[in-house]
């Protein structure tokens, strides 16, 4: 591959089993990606400060700290984007999956898995992630504003922020893509298909309890405006009416 040529992202793949970690890193190379690799915890959080990932790619069992544990202190970054996390796990019950996304991870992917498949995943979520941020080269004045609003709450898409009450407060990319397609149809449902498809980016062979936990997590974020964020039953996820 050209060296010349730009690259996708930066993509840390956190693995102790150092065969699979060099494997996925090659792959992820010869996509286009930077990559690099972590075969501990502790090294783990070492890089996100210093290759500062657009994704992670992280095992669950790490010889020293547990990867949900690492996923929870992702999420409790502040001062910077925070980067995409895909868990890959041998864990295949459904509480494992719901455990995963509840600390935070955007995708969750059973070992063993198609190689293909996760570099899709990978593509997926970094495509999520650039669709909240300018284009190269842009600045705030060259993208038009889209700020949405309803009673306390306040989405601002171009700035990635979100506030309550005045106050902000810190959602993944993830759960600012749930936000804005449900601003973006005021009063009418989003069923969990079509938040499957339209902000994980594809049809993913996953419960639509996925789904659910995403928006609990982000109900308990939102707070006071948690009521906003309503659930038909049977059907999906909707925005409250404005009046």
């Known amino acids: 591959m050209d060296d010349s040529a730009p690259r996708k992202g930066r993509v840390l793949v956190v693995e102790d089993e150092a065969d699979l970690g060099s494997s996925l890193a090659y792959a992820l190379r010869a996509s286009g990606y930077e990559a690099e690799v972590a075969d501990r915890g502790e090294v783990a959080l070492r890089a996100l400060d210093l290759f500062q990932p657009d994704l992670v790619l992280l095992d669950i069992m790490l010889p020293d700290i547990s990867g949900l544990e690492i996923c929870k202190r992702v999420r409790g970054m502040q001062g910077r984007r925070q980067p995409a996390v895909i868990i ?49 080269g842009a600045t705030a004045s060259d993208k038009p504003a889209a700020v949405f609003s309803l009673r306390n709450l306040s989405v601002d898409e171009s700035a990635h922020r979100v506030f309550v009450d005045g106050r902000e ?63 038909v039953r049977g059907v999906g996820f909707r925005l409250a009416d404005p009046g």
């Open 88 to 136: 890959l796990s041998a864990r295949v019950q459904e509480i494992d999956r719901v455990v995963g996304f509840e600390v935070g991870a955007d995708d969750y992917v059973v070992k063993p898995f198609s190689v293909r498949e996760l570099m899709l995943r990978s593509e997926a979520r970094l495509k999520a992630r650039q669709s909240t941020l300018p284009a190269e």
């Open 169 to 231: 407060i810190h959602v993944s990319a993830l759960e600012m893509r749930i936000l804005l397609h449900l601003f973006r149809s005021p009063g009418g449902v989003r069923t969990r298909q079509e938040l499957l498809t339209e902000v994980w980016g594809y049809h993913p062979d996953v419960a639509s309890r996925t789904v659910d936990t995403h928006v609990k997590r982000l109900r308990d974020k939102l707070g006071p405006a948690a009521d906003l964020l309503q659930t």
